[in-house]
């Protein structure tokens, strides 16, 4: 008897979830990516990885993929407020129950790669989404999969945006330029010999082989952006880090992400940034909780 409920049951969740899949895939237009994809990418190949899905509303359940082997895996609606989920051959299935839009966020070190110096982070999909690669600070790049769509500069990061079902960047991360020793100063009236003569140095001598010509400019506002002195380890707090601790106090020194970004009223991914930041620089804790991600400020740090 429990052997054919059980069977039962499996056999309506299976046709629940070819129902929202089906709804899913059919609902965008030709072309249309339907959904996004953000890459948050650390220097030790770490990435914080946020995927985000449109929906009508009627959906039982929504199923997304699932790239790379997921940590501390969160599904939310359009409130923050958690959603049950399960994890189906390779698949996230997570159930929806009327929400008009559903955020998954979790980390991973799976999606990079690290040849010699050159790190590499890549998104393999079956239908196209909008993939955004988030480089680290001081991160240069020096190959791409296509032309991007966009490419944005914040806060010292490079933001890459394809609209792809398989894309990936590659990049390398600057390190402190130490002064040159042991080398004989120039004599006086020597000249320097033309450019085209000259060996480039190791990092131009590989960017320019593998980033095709079309894509010159772009990687020409990327090297620019990813040179940015802001972000540093010794910079002050910006106006916006402040606000956040300043809120965060004024919650008693502890909430809830999806609590704290709607107080803040900040776009989500422009918070989640900057809490990230702030954890790392050991000014915040983030924990799991029962309701999510958990904002701890510590005390001793802001004393």
Do not use: C
Request: glycine share 8%; no cysteine; hydrophobic share 45%.
């Amino acid at each position: 008897m429990r052997k054919r409920v059980r069977s039962a049951r499996l056999i309506f969740f299976t046709v629940l979830i070819i129902g929202a899949v089906s709804q899913i895939s059919t609902e965008p237009a030709q072309g249309e990516a339907v959904m996004s994809i953000e890459l948050l990418l650390f220097p030790d190949g770490w990435a914080d990885i946020t995927m985000r899905l449109n929906l009508t509303g009627e959906e039982v359940f929504a199923v997304l993929p699932i790239v790379g082997e997921p940590n501390l895996l969160i599904a939310t609606d359009e409130e923050g407020l958690p959603l049950n989920f399960t994890i189906e051959e390779g698949s996230l299935v997570v159930e929806t129950l009327g929400a008009k839009g559903l955020e998954v966020s979790y980390q991973s070190p799976s999606l990079t790669s690290k040849v010699g110096e050159v790190w590499n982070a890549s998104v393999s999909l079956e239908v196209p989404a909008e993939v955004t690669f988030v480089l680290p600070e001081g991160a240069v790049v020096v190959g791409l999969s296509a032309t991007p769509e966009r490419v944005e500069a914040e806060d010292g990061r490079v933001a890459v945006t394809f609209v792809s079902q398989h894309a990936w960047v590659s990049y390398v991360i600057e390190l402190p330029h130490a002064a040159p020793t042991g080398t004989s100063p120039p004599t006086q009236g020597s000249t320097t010999p033309p450019v085209a003569n000259q060996r480039p140095a190791p990092r131009e001598w590989y960017v320019f082989p593998l980033v095709a010509v079309g894509l010159a400019v772009v990687t020409f506002a990327i090297v620019k952006a990813a040179r940015s002195p802001e972000g540093r380890a010794t910079r002050p707090l910006e106006r916006s880090e402040e606000l956040i601790l300043k809120k965060l106090e004024e919650m008693g020194g502890m909430a809830y992400q999806a609590d704290l970004i709607r107080a803040l009223g900040m776009p989500r991914t422009t918070a989640w940034r900057k809490i990230r930041r702030l954890a790392q620089a050991g000014i915040l804790e983030i924990r799991e909780g029962e309701k999510g991600r958990l904002v701890i400020l510590k005390r001793d740090e802001r004393s």
